[in-house]
């Protein structure tokens, strides 16, 4: 009886500590992509010191794990820092690598994600020339990224944002096809989430660009509830202007999507930035996992 009992016991220690061994099932994530609008004085009432606080409350009260933010400046990437406490970030400025021009920052929960590596390239012929520029674009224009684990599942993944020209249409499209061809090289090995303000809309070249041969496939497009809030992501701090979808979270295969939000918040009248942020709430497969 007593050999019977103390059997029982050791196949519950062992059991137990399986389970420990054994990485969490995954769960979901609530990626955003958002223009925050740069810190510019002559935004006046709309300028970032009366918005920042706002932003911020945002992403934290819509309990975001990762979120790509454009148009952030050096002290506004500070300013982010210090209301987002429980968030790591990663950036650098476009100007010169540093801290000099718009970021495209990363913000992710330090507290489940594992930061594994880093980096950026610039939107251009030369990718890995700092402040390179080309084509027609009005602008010096990046992509960073970041390869992340999740600490309770171990899932490892790549999460790039960007930000196109908003001038220069050869220069979104051969940034579009250059997205592409890193995803088929630098970021082939795992599931691939990307956020950006992408200055065009579904109908346009640089759009189709992406997700011919579902290269990356466009997260309103797969959610398994009702996409919720407007056909566009743009307000221009008036009103928000009709089908003007140009801010997107993309997937690659492996990716389920179960949500899909344009949130368009507003307060007497004002919005907290001149874009709408998109929310999406995200989930790995079985055929993700490596």
């Known amino acids: 009886m007593r050999r019977s009992f103390l059997l029982a016991h050791l196949v519950i220690l062992l059991t137990a500590s399986l389970r420990a061994q054994t990485p969490d099932a995954p769960q979901p994530l609530r990626v955003m992509s958002w223009n925050v609008?740069?810190?510019?004085?002559?935004?006046?009432?709309?300028?970032?010191?009366?918005?920042?606080?706002?932003?911020?409350?945002?992403?934290?009260?819509?309990?975001?794990?990762?979120?790509?933010?454009?148009?952030?400046?050096?002290?506004?990437?500070?300013?982010?820092?210090?209301?987002?406490?429980?968030?790591?970030?990663?950036?650098?400025?476009?100007?010169?690598?540093?801290?000099?021009?718009?970021?495209?920052?990363?913000?992710?929960?330090?507290?489940?994600?594992?930061?594994?590596?880093?980096?950026?390239?610039?939107?251009?012929?030369?990718?890995?020339?700092v402040a390179s520029r080309d084509w027609d674009a009005a602008a010096t224009r990046i992509a960073s990224w970041v390869q992340l684990q999740d600490r309770h599942s171990d899932q490892v993944f790549f999460v790039v944002n960007t930000h196109f020209d908003h001038v220069g249409r050869?220069?979104?499209?051969?940034?579009?096809?250059?997205?592409?061809?890193?995803?088929?090289?630098?970021?082939?090995?795992?599931?691939?989430?990307?956020?950006?303000?992408?200055n065009t809309t579904p109908e346009?070249?640089?759009?189709?660009?992406?997700?011919?041969?579902?290269?990356?496939?466009?997260?309103?497009?797969?959610?398994?509830?009702?996409?919720?809030?407007?056909?566009?992501?743009w307000n221009g701090f008036r009103a928000i202007a009709r089908n003007r979808r140009i801010d997107f979270v993309f997937v690659t295969p492996g990716v389920a999507v179960h949500q899909h939000a344009i949130i368009d918040d507003q307060r007497d009248g004002r919005f907290p930035s001149d874009h709408l942020p998109v929310l999406t709430q995200l989930e790995f497969t079985e055929a993700s996992r490596r």
């Open 37 to 129: 609008r740069y810190n510019n004085p002559r935004d006046g009432f709309n300028s970032w010191p009366r918005r920042k606080d706002w932003v911020a409350e945002i992403i934290r009260t819509r309990q975001v794990d990762i979120a790509g933010l454009q148009e952030v400046l050096h002290g506004q990437l500070g300013d982010l820092q210090k209301r987002l406490p429980r968030m790591q970030s990663y950036g650098v400025g476009r100007d010169n690598g540093k801290t000099r021009g718009e970021y495209a920052p990363i913000f992710f929960r330090s507290d489940r994600f594992q930061l594994l590596d880093q980096g950026t390239f610039w939107l251009s012929q030369t990718p890995e020339r």
């Open 170 to 198: 050869t220069a979104r499209l051969e940034s579009a096809r250059l997205l592409v061809e890193r995803l088929q090289s630098k970021f082939a090995q795992h599931p691939v989430v990307l956020t950006g303000d992408f």
């Open 204 to 233: 346009s070249a640089p759009y189709k660009t992406l997700v011919a041969a579902k290269a990356y496939r466009d997260a309103r497009s797969l959610t398994k509830e009702k996409p919720v809030g407007p056909n566009s992501t």
